[in-house]
């Protein structure tokens, strides 16, 4: 079974200070995991993926697999950061379905 | 707008009616996803389709729900005899094959079961 945690369904944070979504998983195998991100009025969409490695929008993540763990990272937090953020993990066999965590809800304050 | 879209964006129904949704990818994609979001949780997947084939079903889905993609296009999701509980937002979302990690969402179908 994969299992996708995100243990705050709220996080506040004022503008400039950095910023820290935690994302847990559970799976047996090697996962590929994401964080999906929905602002206010749109669509679910992908922010980034482990595998690329790449920082956008200011964010980074770094899986640890030791830990088991995707938290989502930014230094300086701007007020359009605010959003839905989703982790997200996908198995090597399930043909490209996401298992999504709780959601955390970011704020940032001016 | 070329994204994937949903229809209707809301449905209100009488508990014990059928209603159906439809989903239409983005047009290149083969791949198509249903999930269900009920509030304060994430997306929990349905079902998927490659092309017109239905590879993958989650044990969410009983056999009140069917779902299907004829042409291998656009996909429809049925709930018969539905229920409070089926309450929720049904997501559609699509990918290409080779990039089947970036799944593009459509806006979603809130259903009310009254």
């Known amino acids: 079974a994969q299992r996708v945690t995100q243990p705050e369904k709220l996080l506040s944070v004022f503008k400039g200070a950095p910023v820290e979504l935690k994302c847990n998983y559970s799976?047996?195998?090697?996962?590929?995991l994401f964080w999906y991100v929905q602002y206010s009025r749109q669509r679910l969409q992908l922010l980034l993926r482990?595998?690329s490695r790449e920082s956008i929008k200011g964010f980074t993540a770094d899986l640890n697999k030791g830990e088991t763990s995707f938290h989502l990272k930014k230094p300086f937090a701007q007020e359009e950061d605010s959003a839905m953020y989703y982790c997200a993990l996908r198995g090597g066999t399930s043909y490209g379905k996401l298992t999504f965590g709780q959601g955390t809800i970011l704020t940032v304050h001016p | 707008d070329t994204g994937v879209s949903q229809d209707p964006r809301h449905k209100i129904t009488k508990r014990g009616q059928n209603v159906t949704f439809r989903c239409d990818p983005i047009?290149?994609?083969?791949?198509l996803y249903w999930y269900r979001q009920t509030l304060g949780q994430g997306p929990e997947f349905l079902t998927y389709?490659?092309?017109?084939?239905?590879?993958?079903k989650s044990r969410l889905l009983s056999d009140r729900f069917s779902a299907e993609r004829p042409k291998g296009s656009f996909s429809t999701l049925e709930i018969q005899r539905t229920e409070q509980g089926d309450s929720a937002m049904y997501l559609c979302?699509?990918?290409?094959?080779?990039?089947?990690?970036?799944?593009?969402f459509g806006p979603g179908t809130r259903l009310t079961v009254t």
């Open positions: 047009s290149e994609h083969n791949r």
């Open positions: 799976y047996s195998g090697s996962p590929e």
């Open positions: 979302a699509s990918s290409s094959g080779d990039r089947a990690y970036e799944q593009y």
């Open positions: 482990h595998i």
């Open positions: 389709f490659q092309n017109e084939a239905q590879l993958e």
